[in-house]
């Protein structure tokens, strides 16, 4: 991004009160799973949803390329960075609002908690996801699933901040929420807030499953190394753990970056791991895997930024 156009829209969004952090050459692996990532050339934090709306709007007038960026626990960012701005939601949309079986969850709520605030109140259907950090706007855009349930089941409507900076709702339908995917991927629209309707049932019962679903989770994953989820997309049919463990692959390195010995679809920060280490490896996994099984294994990974 031009140095110009980057004072430019800087002094913009002070000039309209933007309320929040303006840096400049961000480093970005504090803000992902990984702790991978280099520089964002602005990243903006805005602090409240007024001012979300006017950096995206001031953004997108300009031509600006921009990456939003909830939790950052999908994202694989380039040791390069990204040019242009990562504008983050985790600061400004926090609200949680419920009525009966209905709530609606500001994008950057964080997952976990709004199902520990739905278990509380009997609200159904999305306690197989607790364990999935990131923000509901990510797993929104993600269509997030575990355990057999996904947030599609759950969807009922999202509001949104469009490319042409209007505000205006669409329906779940119109999100096209696929495995792992959703129309938001394209980059048309911004999450600012999800509606969700839950089926009534027992807190103490619903409560159990969280627990069941964390503690599985604790059993088979790497939870305490830094990493991002699961790297590639199950194939039709199958587990892309399974063939990659089948390949003998879990435990091999690229640099700092391992294939887990504990789940064999997730690949470990052992610490100092490049960007590059991480593609290198991802390469590796999927050649085994193809020459194997001719089998071409997707990734579920976002790739974010400048690449070689
Ligand atoms: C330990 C671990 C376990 C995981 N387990 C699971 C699992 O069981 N199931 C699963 O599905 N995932 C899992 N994940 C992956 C990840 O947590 C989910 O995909 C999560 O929903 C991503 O949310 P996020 O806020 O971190 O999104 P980010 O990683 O920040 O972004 C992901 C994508 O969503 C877009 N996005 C984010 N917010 C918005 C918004 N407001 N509007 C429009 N687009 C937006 C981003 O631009 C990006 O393209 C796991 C990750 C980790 C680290």
Redesign the pocket.
Known sequence: MGAQNLQALREALVASNFAGRIAENEPLARYT?FRIGGPADLFLEPADKRSLVLALREIWSRGIPV?????????LVSDAGFRGAVVS?RRALRLLCFKGVCAAAD?GVK?PRFVLECAKRGLSGLEA?C?????V??????N???GGCQIADCLVSVEVLSKQGEVCTLSAEQLRLGY?TSV??EGH????KANFRFCQGDPDEIMRRVREAIEK?RAS?P?NQW????VFKNPPGDYAGRLIELCGAKGIREGGAQVSTKHANFIVNLGGATANDVRRLMKRVQDMVRDNFGIELEPEL?LVGEWE
């Open positions: 799973s990456f939003i960026l909830g939790g950052g626990t999908n994202v939601t994008s997952l996801l364990g999935v950090p990131g923000t706007g990510g797993a929104v855009a993600m997030a699933g575990a792992r938001l991927m629209f911004v999450v600012l989770r994953q939870v990493n991002a989820g699961c976002i």
